[in-house]
């Protein structure tokens, strides 16, 4: 039987609050059904993905109210091709990625996002460097979320890396 001291009711009860309200605030999904992932691929780039989409995987991990999502597949050049002609989107070269990074480290004034290889939360398939596995890096110039308050940020790139053939997706919403 679990006897408490004076006062150890509270302090039980205030762990378990703040117990499960961290977990209401986090959440992870990776999905293994072919229609989840069709359906993340979807949500991502905007249409169903063809059957030369091929080895789909996904994963959602929500902490607070920051969303960030990774993808990564293979496919033909034509599904690459479409994807890659989306309006909206920069493209920038392994060589002036470096020089933006480094000029956007010193003054904040460049638009090319940090590519995330160390992240904890990211999924055993996600390069731990990916910025050694791109020749061109495709990005969605960073901007305040139009849905949210304008200090939540959008970051979204993706690459073909040209090793494996595998392409890699990045998306995070945050504040």
């Known amino acids: 039987m679990l006897r408490f001291r004076s006062g150890g009711q509270g302090l039980w009860f205030a762990l378990c609050i703040v117990g499960l309200s961290s977990v209401g605030c986090s959440r992870v999904s990776e999905p293994t059904s072919p229609k989840l992932l069709a359906k993340q691929f979807e949500t991502f780039f905007g249409f169903k993905p063809p059957a030369t989409v091929t080895e789909l995987r996904a994963k959602t991990v929500q902490i607070g109210d920051t969303y960030t999502d990774w993808i990564s597949f293979r496919c033909d050049q034509a599904v690459f091709a479409e994807i890659a002609n989306n309006k ?11 020089r933006e990074r480094e000029k956007s480290s010193r003054d904040r004034q460049s638009d090319v996002p940090h590519v995330a290889g160390d992240n904890p939360n990211a999924p055993w398939w996600w390069p731990m460097s990916p910025e050694t596995s791109f020749r061109r890096l495709f990005y969605q110039p960073r901007q305040n979320s139009p849905e ?15 090793e494996s053939g595998r392409v890699f997706a990045y ?3 945050s504040g």
Do not use: P, Q
Not at 148 to 162: A, C, E, G, K, L
């Open 171 to 173: 998306y995070c919403m």
């Open 148 to 162: 949210r308050s304008s200090n939540h940020t959008i970051d979204r790139y993706f690459w073909r890396d040209d």
């Open 88 to 98: 909206g989107l920069k493209v920038v070269d392994a060589d002036e990625f470096w």
